[in-house]
């Protein structure tokens, strides 16, 4: 039988600290993904012709899931604010003379919508569904939301969950290899004094 030398569990310890770290780094990368939503992207036409537009995040009065909720209902489309994820808010503007027609390009999952709300006159307004043109008479700032079956948080949530899981197990499992390696190296030592 061949015999376990202190090179052999070391370099046995170092692999599995290695896949350990990889493993944690993917998953804190997937439990970081995991908090994100969809990403929207806009198509704004004049008189069915795409113009150029820019955006920048800087909005003045940002949208909440709560607000948007209460605006939903009153559209008469049910929902709860757990239910909401504002997933884009940007100031964009246009050197097109208004109105223009605005989509919101969402890839959208099975039990998904999308709706689109713009800052007007103190106050977020719903104007439409996404992926669907809207008419806009201004466009600053506007806002994104979209509304899931089961409620968003609880979906970020297991996905973090899960993941946090898997981080700490190959976190104790590191800990575990290196005070095994600290162990058999003192060992090692008394045994050849």
């Known amino acids: 039988m061949e015999e376990i030398t202190m090179k052999k569990v ?3 310890l170092a692999f599995l600290a290695a896949l350990c770290l990889l493993v944690s780094v993917f998953a804190i990368t997937v439990m970081a993904a995991g908090s994100k939503s969809e990403a929207s992207e806009l198509t704004i036409t004049k008189d069915g012709q795409p113009v150029d537009y820019s955006t920048d995040s800087n909005v003045p009065v940002k949208l909440d899931a709560k ?3 209460a605006l939903l209902n ?6 709860t604010e757990n239910q909401l994820s504002v997933i884009w808010q940007q100031n964009v503007t246009t050197a097109a003379e208004m109105p223009v027609q605005v989509t919101v390009n969402l890839d959208l999952k099975a039990g998904q919508d999308g709706y689109v709300f713009h800052y007007e006159n103190g106050a977020w307004v719903y104007m439409g569904k996404a992926n669907t043109p809207i008419t806009f008479n201004s466009l600053s700032p506007i806002g994104v939301v979209v509304k899931s079956d089961a409620p968003a948080s609880e979906s970020v949530a297991n996905t973090n ?3 946090l899981v898997v981080a700490i197990v190959c976190g104790a499992v590191v800990v575990i290899g ?3 390696t600290v162990v058999t190296i003192s060992l090692k030592k008394k045994n050849e004094a």
């Open 67 to 69: 607000t948007a909720a």
């Open 74 to 79: 009153g559209a008469g489309i049910s929902c």
């Open 10 to 12: 070391t370099k046995a």
């Open 178 to 180: 290196l005070i095994g």
């Open 161 to 163: 969950d899960n993941n």
